[in-house]
């Protein structure tokens, strides 16, 4: 098996000491030398925030996007060559603020790219005001009065843009979320991981202590059964109901793991093979520069 320092570079990693996108990014060193991914099959993209450094520390092809524009970034470099694996790491403010839209549209496509939403409830890099992700009421320290705007739920917004694979991690828990990341590529289809990330610099309300206490693991309920098997109507809609239930969940309890996953939908690079066959035929480097006339 290849090793994690294979997915380093040589940079300096200049996140604040304790922040937790420490944990993101060994979890995801880990889970791409487990997975035995080749560096140049992998493409990590990301847009601006603290997040967006992830793809300067990884050693594999990335692109530091624009503000809110990973995930255009990333579906253009997939539907060029759907043989890269394809992973944007950005923030919630990134995601579901400015590129909500995007991220919606993403889910109703299918593309085969794995979305890992660093979530901290905060924008870190602007020092500190609340994201999307921050509840209305709470306050964190930079913030004179308490967010006067309601959240926007990264997992329930997910299920109902059509992600088939959506999940919630956490940063701090490096092998569990190691095995999520791995789910998430290894799934044929839009993934979301929501990763809880605490922000020791600017939030004081989500911090270790507060996760320590909160976070349970899904798996623990040997009833929940979050992945469609059968592909039926009924089967979809029962377990997209349960997950949107259970997505719900956030105050003394914050649960973590899969909350559904559904293989039976069609990626959006399959539909475009079977409508243009031509793009199934050319060489996949070639893709995006084919013509009408297949030159
Ligand atoms: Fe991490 Fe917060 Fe510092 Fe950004 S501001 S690097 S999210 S601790």
Known sequence: ??????????????????????????????????LELPPEKVVDVSGIG???????FLNANGVHGLHGRGIPFAEGIKIANPELTVI?????GDLLGIGAGHFVAFGRRN?????????????????????????????????????????????SIALASGFTFVARGYALWIDD?????????????????????????????YTPDTYKDKLYKLEADKSWDPIVKEGTKEEIEEK??????????????????I?????????????ISKLNPLYAT?????????????T
């Open 88 to 92: 944007v790491n950005a923030g919630d």
């Open 177 to 205: 979320l190691k095995e999520l990341m791995k789910a998430a590529i290894k799934h044929k289809g839009a993934a979301l991981l929501d990763i809880l990330q605490p922000c020791p610099t600017y939030n004081n309300l």
């Open 1 to 34: 098996m290849a090793s994690e320092a294979k997915y380093k570079t040589d940079l300096w990693v200049d996140w604040c000491p304790a922040c937790g996108n420490f944990g993101i990014l060994l979890a995801l060193q880990k889970a791409l030398a487990e």
């Open 259 to 271: 909350f559904y996953v559904n293989p039976y939908v069609e990626t959006y690079t399959d539909t």
């Open 111 to 155: 593309l085969d790219i794995k979305v890992f939403l660093h979530d901290n409830q905060v924008y870190g890099l602007t020092k500190g005001q609340a994201s999307p992700t921050l509840r209305k009421g709470e306050k964190v320290k930079a913030m004179p009065i308490p967010n006067m705007q309601d959240w926007v739920n990264p997992i």
């Open 282 to 294: 050319i060489p996949p480097a070639k893709q995006s520069i084919a013509k009408d006339d297949g």
């Open 50 to 56: 603290c997040s967006g450094k992830t793809s300067h």
């Open 240 to 257: 997209l109901s349960k997950a949107y239930i259970k997505s719900q969940e956030w105050g003394d309890k914050i649960p973590v793991g």
